[in-house]
């Protein structure tokens, strides 16, 4: 008994969790199988009406009510118990009509093709179901298509056979929506809809459209002066509104987009860099961009920078790049003759994220670093972790020794900025100063803060 009950739950449960993208084509399903079962239904019935069939029209009554119904579920959240109702009561119409559909030789059955439909469809629906959907029923679909397109066996009662003067145009219209169905099925299944991809589609053409934008994150000194800002990247979508960047930014790098976003948001920055040259608040500001491992490693990343710096007039001191410590991994020497070569026209360096993984200390030898950001995640847990403070104050100790000047990061409140100040740092960044704001709001905010 506990073998039969153990075979019962592995055969009808889920074989693996349904992602996003399995429930939404399994929504798509539902309807296309509910508009089909309506309009095929309503005509049916129609039609049996008219030749006084009544027995069928009851049983096409009832095949657009599943139709309604089923339509009706493909918005909702459906249950695995519902799934395995609709499948069978599907099976049970596309047989009851197949068996009703005698010809008289003028033309050939066609309602058991739809069981054609059914098996792909179940194919695909069910793959990642457990045994009996996944592989037993899209079988007894198939050999019920194999049996009765064979046999030709259908009811010989005339009261439950559809009406003979309408087997041809019968033949041609299950034809036509036959094929329309099985091919929208395979559509369904061949598209990606998952919303990683729908993003994907919606990032590029915001990238296409210009449709991104930049906020400017203020970095302040310990008089609360603003010495600089940090360029970040926002994307306000049409009709999700803003899509946070650890959401977009995986999606970028997954699909290859890094390097144009990179190359967008330095340009847009330096663009800036020269608009706010009539600035008082913002002349001296430098402005820091981040650079992935990507497009610092692209065999025209120097003369591409230095054709911006030189388009825009950016002068010596006022750009800064950060990049984090995993970026040195990929090719330390090829990284470190960039960042020296690009040295000389007086770019910046910063270290992003210090502390949070890699954390070399070889490298604030080798390289010319101007600042080492301190990770916020130990930033964040510094009130209550004595070991956070010890780690901060050596970095923040270490990066004095060696003349670079260390950045707290992801600075919240008034408790951390003082324990941060105490300790020597020198610049601070944070929501406890500002939020990332755009263009304008950050002019207006200088004019009336500081």
């Given at each position: 008994m506990q073998r039969v009950k153990n075979f019962t739950v592995n055969a009808f449960h889920y074989g693996s969790p349904p992602d996003d993208k399995h429930n939404l084509r399994l929504r798509l399903i539902l309807l296309l199988t509910g508009l089909t079962c309506m309009i095929d239904g309503v005509f049916l019935a129609i039609v049996n009406m008219l030749y006084n069939k009544y027995y069928l029209l009851l049983f096409f009554v009832f095949v657009t009510l599943f139709g309604a119904t089923t339509l009706y579920l493909s918005f909702k959240k459906v249950t695995r118990t519902c799934l395995f109702i609709i499948a069978h009561i599907l099976l049970f119409i596309?047989?009851?009509?197949?068996?009703?559909?005698?010809?008289?030789?003028?033309?050939?059955?066609?309602?058991?093709?739809?069981?054609?439909?059914?098996?792909?469809?179940?194919?695909?629906?069910?793959?990642?179901?457990?045994?009996?959907?996944?592989?037993?029923?899209?079988?007894?679909?198939?050999?019920?298509?194999?049996?009765?397109?064979?046999?030709?066996?259908?009811?010989?009662?005339s009261e439950l056979?559809?009406?003979?003067?309408?087997?041809?145009?019968?033949?041609?219209?299950?034809?036509?929506?036959?094929?329309?169905?099985?091919?929208?099925?395979?559509?369904?299944?061949?598209?990606?809809?998952?919303?990683?991809?729908?993003?994907?589609?919606?990032?590029?053409?915001?990238?296409?459209?210009?449709?991104?934008?930049?906020?400017?994150?203020?970095?302040?000194?310990?008089?609360?002066?603003?010495?600089?800002?940090?360029?970040?990247?926002?994307?306000?979508?049409?009709?999700?509104g803003y899509i946070s960047p650890d959401v977009f930014i995986p999606i970028a790098e997954k699909y290859g987009m890094m390097i144009t976003l990179g190359w967008w948001v330095m340009?847009?920055?330096?663009?800036?860099?020269?608009?706010?040259?009539?600035?008082?608040?913002?002349?001296?500001?430098?402005?820091?961009?981040?650079?992935?491992?990507?497009?610092?490693?692209?065999?025209?990343?120097?003369?591409?920078?230095?054709?911006?710096?030189?388009?825009?007039?950016?002068?010596?001191?006022?750009?800064?790049?950060?990049?984090?410590?995993?970026?040195?991994?990929?090719?330390?020497?090829?990284?470190?003759?960039?960042?020296?070569?690009?040295?000389?026209?007086?770019?910046?360096?910063?270290?992003?994220?210090?502390?949070?993984g890699y954390s070399s200390l070889k490298l604030l030898l080798d390289i010319p670093v101007d600042d080492v950001k301190i990770d916020k995640s130990l930033i964040m847990s510094l009130e209550k972790s004595d070991s956070n403070i010890i780690l901060i104050k050596t970095i923040i100790d270490l990066c004095k020794e060696l003349g670079i000047t260390p950045l707290a990061e992801g600075v919240e409140n008034e408790v951390q900025y003082s324990i941060l100040k105490d300790m020597g740092c020198e610049i601070f960044q944070g929501f406890h100063f500002s939020k990332p704001l755009p263009k304008k709001s950050l002019e207006a905010f200088l004019e009336h803060n500081l």
């Open positions: 596309l047989i009851v009509a197949s068996l009703a559909d005698k010809t008289t030789g003028d033309a050939f059955h066609s309602e058991f093709n739809y069981l054609i439909v059914l098996t792909v469809g179940a194919s695909l629906v069910f793959r990642q179901e457990k045994i009996y959907l996944r592989i037993v029923f899209p079988l007894i679909c198939f050999v019920s298509f194999l049996f009765l397109m064979m046999s030709g066996i259908t009811f010989s009662h056979n559809l009406p003979k003067s309408f087997e041809r145009s019968l033949y041609i219209f299950n034809m036509s929506f036959y094929s329309l169905i099985l091919l929208l099925t395979t559509f369904v299944y061949r598209s990606d809809y998952s919303s990683q991809a729908l993003l994907r589609k919606d990032l590029q053409a915001a990238i296409n459209d210009n449709m991104l934008e930049i906020y400017y994150q203020p970095q302040v000194n310990k008089h609360r002066e603003i010495i600089g800002v940090e360029s970040l990247l926002r994307w306000k979508h049409r009709q999700r340009e847009n920055s330096m663009k800036q860099i020269s608009n706010w040259h009539h600035v008082p608040k913002l002349k001296d500001a430098v402005v820091s961009v981040n650079i992935s491992p990507l497009q610092l490693l692209e065999v025209s990343f120097k003369n591409k920078v230095c054709e911006l710096i030189s388009r825009y007039q950016i002068p010596a001191g006022k750009l800064k790049f950060e990049i984090t410590e995993s970026t040195l991994i990929y090719d330390y020497n090829k990284i470190r003759d960039i960042i020296l070569e690009l040295n000389t026209y007086g770019i910046k360096w910063s270290i992003d994220d210090f502390g949070s």
